[in-house]
């Protein structure tokens, strides 16, 4: 059974870098036989795709946020991350990590962290 | 960019009825890359159906997913108490990914 964590601050400073961690279990990111993405969710609102990374580092982002996040993939830790540099209030939501995202849904869900960006 | 309107936005339905629920793209989803997730409070999202009409593993008989092109139906035949959430369809065959705003299912 596919497992994923999200770990990382959950309070980031106006105009930081928000950086999460996705660890996954129970499955080989470096298998290949999938992408891994990131998704958001504002408080009380709907669900917001942030991107995707492949094993290999291939990455394609969300044109709304490109501008401001970088995927990287660890296969040796079997982790991917998201980095979302200068930080509002806007970027306050629950981040999810998940499998799937290139012609794929996403099955596999990390159960979501909350960050802040408060100062 | 697809965009994703789903209706309506908020269902009341008692235990034991049967909830449609729709979901209209503004461009037709390639190759019915449609899928449905079901969200609970405090939860991640959980995928129902993919692929418009195909039942993710685990998932009751109850749930059955229909459409393509530009218009797709997640049905639950006869409501369980543990079926009122929020659902949210998906499409994931156009960059970007897009999710619709979301049906509240609420008990009536």
């Known amino acids: 059974q596919v497992q994923l964590q999200e770990s990382g601050p959950g309070l980031v400073k106006p105009s930081q870098t928000l950086s999460l961690t996705c660890t996954v279990s129970?499955?080989?990111?470096?298998?290949?036989?999938?992408?891994w993405s990131w998704i958001r969710q504002h408080p009380g609102k709907g669900l917001e795709w942030v991107g995707y990374?492949?094993?290999?580092?291939?990455?394609y982002y969300n044109p709304s946020l490109k501008s401001r996040v970088t995927l990287s993939v660890d296969t040796s830790k079997n982790q991917f991350s998201l980095k979302l540099s200068s930080v509002t209030a806007a970027d306050t939501a629950v981040y999810y990590c998940?499998?799937?995202?290139?012609?794929?849904?996403?099955?596999?869900w990390g159960q979501g962290t909350l960050v802040t960006v408060s100062s | 960019e697809i965009v994703l309107t789903q209706s309506p936005g908020t269902l009341s339905l008692s235990p034991g009825e049967r909830a449609i629920l729709s979901c209209r793209a503004s461009?037709?989803?390639?190759?019915?890359?449609l899928a449905w997730y079901q969200q609970k409070p405090g939860q991640a999202p959980r995928l129902l159906i993919y692929?418009?009409?195909s039942r993710a593993t685990g998932i009751p008989d109850r749930f059955s997913g229909s459409g393509s092109g530009t218009d797709f139906t997640l049905t639950i035949s006869r409501l369980e108490p543990e079926d009122f959430a929020v659902y949210y369809c998906?499409?994931?065959?156009?960059?970007?990914?897009?999710f619709g705003q979301g049906t509240r299912l609420e008990i009536k």
């Open positions: 998940a499998r799937g995202g290139y012609y794929a849904p996403f099955d596999y």
């Open positions: 692929g418009a009409s």
């Open positions: 998906q499409q994931y065959g156009s960059s970007p990914i897009t």
């Open positions: 990374i492949y094993y290999s580092g291939s990455t």
């Open positions: 461009q037709s989803v390639s190759s019915s890359y």
């Open positions: 129970g499955g080989s990111i470096s298998r290949g036989d999938y992408h």
